[in-house]
């Protein structure tokens, strides 16, 4: 005990020691800088255009994150399709020139790059560095040898050809649409995700804490070195702490070991998702080289063959979304305030789990899933070897598939929302004998890397002798997609396997559009050429009433899977409507239906229902509005929770009390419509819960502005989403408006989005003005920069109708 304490007290004084002597330096070491501004952008294919005097005045100036795609107009024509979103892609070059100063010259300067779509090749001063096809990985090119300083400038060009088509089954967009840096380093230094932090021993007295850190020595001489590591809580109070001493030779990668332990953790869960971080300094003689710090959540979870299932030794059902990566008006540029507002509303749905489909996401995501408590299924591929669409992965697959796999591990497998890998989705190899090796192929990769995650994959063929990537016996968790009825079975088809529902549901709905009757259920034909029986204005009725031929209504799918303990959760697909994939439509129909959310990022109906059954907050949800012809047969819906039951009246007059039977997850009336007001009435023990009125609604002559905050920050990235309302005289949302809205800002902000969540709306989403769909319609604004007061007004018919508001600069 007494050897113990006087090595700590030794460590310690050492550690001091350094730190003491460090510390007015510590800021200048391991700078990150934001790359994304000042980048010139021309569409086109330039074949100089990686030459250092290569003119380029007459270049668009812009910031990054961009996507060309989405600043495009729609056309059936163009050649990713209305499945890839009807919008223009193919190629288009990137060039930035910047200077570093003299002092930087010994360091190791690097360049990461979040993602390209795609086949992204760079240059630096006419020296190409590498290509990266796959549009969706992480990257970094060492640009060291290559540098000019002091007054010479530097060009970084990057090319970027998204042009042969179809090569997505949904929209990509195109170019450099995630976040760009420039990373200095010393010589001797942390390589890129050079840390590995593991919780192999977890309980609420105390947890084991294994740190692996990949040193890299990119100078000419031997090196000797000390490791300090100290883990941080939340509070940013120092928890423990180790130090090591070694050595490590010229031009040459070394792998230290590094354990902890801390007393009391606090354990990082979807309710209270606590987050730590491991600082790690690494020392050269008594010189701070290197500081780096790694994300680290406390947690330890379990899925079970027959319970499904736990995290920190608690039984939890996996609520969970499917989320493809656009951003709705923004295309795919990865935005963390878009990014955290779509988590916010599917959290405040009930939501706690994300599957990532289907390839590696934003790190903006992870991260905010990582503080706002989700647990994620990261995904790396939809196709393998056999294609899916003409120009897919499958052409990369045999140079690229391992080199990408592992990039997706070694960026993300730090991040305590991480709980599965998924190599693929829908595999067609799963059809045949391949799909065994190459599964054996894939997990290994992964097992090398990460063997604290069970690895899955996406699965459609619930036939054991027919599933080639189940007789690999290589998976941990078998994932599922749709069949909901066949889940009874798995227990006795798998035995003994642990099994998600990694995709299902594939309801179809517009916001705000209802058909009746609303009780009889509708499925899109499975014969492909069979057009669907839908309505001439492309809608789908927003009661839980139509879903594709292979899946379920909301009600249908989660009626099965709450009832079975053995299915560890579900993913619906999918959380938000996604730009492309527009079943079950033909153009001009170029978004998805199968959202809880319109793109724009306004609920539909069914997301109440969710919210009623997967959080404890009291939720009575009335539908459809009530306008309506006289006389018409009109279907109320209430989706309700924490009550016994539900009373609507139609103005004044009771028209039943109801409440829900068995296994029912909402309740209705048929009612014959008359103007006035329906009010539903629910109660517990005859004490009133809740109570919620509808409004027969007059003409437009109100604008009502709803900003998602009130101030936003001066940083160029930061988002306010304004929802736009269109009122009567009485503040009655006029359901069916579809005026045209016409904005202007002015002061620190700009429009960077419109949208309306219509799925066959071909206006831009780049204009200052859009119809509004249903009554209802958005407005981005980005921050310019500006240290001025926002104000935006928005209009109808001139100055017939107007509104305005304002937003702080913080």
């Not at 042969?164 to 929209?171: A, F, K, T």
Request: hydrophobic share 35%; charged share 25%.
């Amino acid at each position: 005990m007494k050897k113990d304490l006087v090595k700590h007290i030794v460590i310690l004084f050492s550690v001091l020691f350094l730190m003491t002597a460090c510390k007015s330096s510590e800021k200048d070491i391991r700078q990150v800088k934001d790359f994304n501004f000042a980048w010139r952008f021309q569409l086109g294919d330039f074949p100089d255009a990686m030459k250092a005097d290569f003119d380029v005045s007459n270049w668009r100036t812009l910031n990054l994150p961009h996507d060309w795609s989405i600043e495009g107009a729609f056309s059936a024509e163009h050649p990713a399709k209305p499945e890839g979103g009807a919008l223009p892609t193919g190629m288009g070059w990137y060039r930035k020139t910047f200077n570093l100063s003299e002092d930087l010259k010994d360091k190791v300067i690097t360049v990461e790059f979040d993602g390209v779509y795609r086949n992204s090749e760079v240059w630096l001063n006419g020296h190409y560095l590498g290509k990266r096809p796959y549009g969706y990985i992480s990257f970094a090119y060492n640009l060291t040898d290559y540098l000019n300083f002091g007054e010479q400038p530097n060009v970084m060009a990057v090319k970027v050809d998204n042009s042969e088509q179809p090569n997505s089954r949904w929209y990509s967009g195109s170019g450099i649409y995630r976040n760009v840096r420039l990373v200095v380093a010393e010589k001797l230094h942390i390589a890129h995700w050079g840390t590995f932090v593991t919780t192999p021993d977890v309980s609420k007295e105390k947890a084991k804490v294994n740190l692996e850190v990949m040193l890299q020595n990119d100078s000419n001489l031997d090196k000797t070195f000390k490791l300090v590591s100290s883990i941080v809580n939340a509070e940013n109070v120092q928890v423990s702490m180790v130090s090591s001493e070694a050595s490590i030779q010229k031009n040459n990668i070394k792998t230290a070991v590094q354990e902890f332990e801390i007393l009391n953790p606090m354990l990082w869960d979807t309710k209270n998702p606590y987050l730590y971080k491991v600082v790690t300094k690494v020392y050269e003689d008594s010189k701070l080289v290197d500081n780096y710090e790694t994300p680290l959540g406390i947690r330890y979870f379990n899925f079970d063959a027959e319970r499904g299932f736990s995290l920190n030794g608690k039984p939890m059902k996996i609520h969970g979304v499917c989320l493809h990566h656009d951003n709705g008006a923004l295309g795919a540029v990865a935005n963390r305030a878009a990014i955290k507002r779509k988590l916010t509303i599917m959290k405040d749905m009930g939501v706690n789990a994300i599957r990532v489909s289907h390839n590696p996401s934003s790190v903006e995501l992870l991260q905010l899933c990582d503080e706002m408590g989700l647990i994620v299924q990261a995904e790396a591929f939809d196709v393998w070897k056999k294609k899916k669409v003409k120009a897919d992965y499958h052409l990369e697959w045999d140079k690229w598939h391992k080199r990408d796999l592992e990039d997706l591990v070694k960026r993300d497998r730090n991040h305590p929302s991480v709980m599965m890998w998924s190599i693929g989705n829908e595999i067609r190899e799963q059809f045949d004998s391949t799909g065994v090796a190459m599964t054996r192929e894939l997990v290994n990769i992964v097992k090398t890397l990460d063997k604290t995650r069970p690895v899955t994959c996406a699965l459609t063929e619930n036939v054991p002798d027919k599933n080639f990537i189940y007789q690999s016996g290589a998976l941990d968790l078998l994932g599922f997609n749709y069949k909901h009825k066949d889940y009874y079975d798995f227990p006795e088809k798998f035995k003994g396997e642990k099994i998600i529902a990694s995709e299902s549901v594939s309801a179809l709905e517009t916001r705000g559009h209802y058909d009746m009757p609303s009780d009889s259920i509708k499925r899109w034909p499975s014969a492909h050429n069979v057009p669907f029986d839908g309505n001439d204005d492309f809608t789908v009725s927003a009661y839980d009433q139509v879903s594709a031929y292979w899946g379920a209504t909301h009600e249908e799918n989660w009626k099965t899977v709450k009832s079975l303990d053995y299915i560890s959760g579900m993913f619906i697909w999918t959380g938000f409507d996604y730009l492309g994939e527009p079943i079950p439509y033909p153009y001009p129909a170029r978004s998805s239906y199968f959202g809880v959310v319109d793109l724009a990022g306004i609920p539909k109906d069914v997301y109440y229902m969710y919210q009623s059954e997967w959080t404890n907050k009291d939720v009575l949800h009335v539908f459809p509005h009530w306008n309506w012809e006289a006389g018409q047969d009109v279907d109320v819906w209430a989706y309700y929770n924490n009550a016994d039951e539900v009373e609507l009246f139609l103005n004044g007059k009771s028209l039943g009390v109801r409440s829900k039977q068995n296994d029912d997850l909402h309740v209705s009336w048929r009612v014959p419509f008359q103007s006035g007001t329906i009010k539903a009435v629910s109660r517990k023990g005859g004490e009133v819960v809740l109570e919620k009125e509808i409004h027969t609604a007059g003409t437009p002559s109100k604008i009502e502005l709803v900003t998602d905050k009130k101030s936003i920050k001066n940083d160029d990235y930061d988002l306010v989403y304004v929802t736009v309302n269109v009122l009567d005289e009485n503040e009655n949302l006029v359901p069916e408006a579809n005026n045209l809205i016409k904005f202007e800002v002015t002061g620190g902000g700009e429009i960077v989005g419109v949208d309306n969540g219509y799925q066959a709306n071909l206006s831009s989403f780049k204009a200052s003005e859009i119809k509004a769909y249903n009554g209802k319609c958005i407005v981005i604004i980005k921050s310019n920069g500006k240290e001025e007061i926002i104000n935006l007004v928005a209009s109808i018919d001139g100055d017939r109708i107007v509104a305005s508001v304002d937003i702080k600069i913080e």
